[in-house]
Structures are given as structure tokens and as C-alpha cells.
């Protein structure tokens, strides 16, 4: 269970840091109204950026502190 907990903070930051290599990062502004910078602007690629944000810096660390607990807690218990 532990290992599941820590894959999915993995994904989740993977996720992440593949939103942000390809520059979605300046397509949130669509989403209070103002244009990107370079011009354009697909709300899609703003919503998306905002989950994955959301789900890096959010929910994967605590999924992360979750595995670790866990992990100790069945070392503890199998002795």
C-alpha cells in the first residue's frame, strides 16, 4: 500500500513538472481574464496546469508523508 501511495505522488509531481517544462505555466492568466503574455491563450491548457499544480504541490506531499507513516508503521509491526 505504501509503494501505491508513493507511486502516486510520483505521478502527480512527474505531472507537474512535465506542465511546466512545456511552459503552460503563463496560460493560467487566461483563467482571471488577462491574456498570456505571448499572445493566445487556451483556457484548457490553464485549467490543466492548475489541477497538475494542485496535485504536485498539494496532494503529493501528503501522499508522500502518507507512504513514509506507513512504511514505518508495517516495519513496526512485522517485528
Given at each position: ?31 482571471s481574464g488577462t491574456p498570456?503574455p505571448s499572445g493566445g ?39
Amino acid at each position: 500500500m505504501s509503494r501505491q501511495l508513493a507511486l502516486g505522488a510520483a505521478v502527480l509531481i512527474a505531472a507537474f513538472a512535465a506542465c511546466h517544462m512545456l511552459g503552460l505555466r503563463e496560460h493560467v492568466s487566461v483563467l482571471s481574464g488577462t491574456p498570456p503574455p505571448s499572445g493566445g491563450g487556451d483556457p484548457l491548457l490553464g485549467v490543466a496546469y492548475a489541477l497538475a499544480w494542485f496535485g504536485g504541490v498539494i496532494f503529493a506531499p501528503i501522499l508522500a508523508i502518507a507512504a513514509g507513516v506507513l512504511a514505518v508503521v508495517d516495519r513496526l509491526r512485522s517485528r
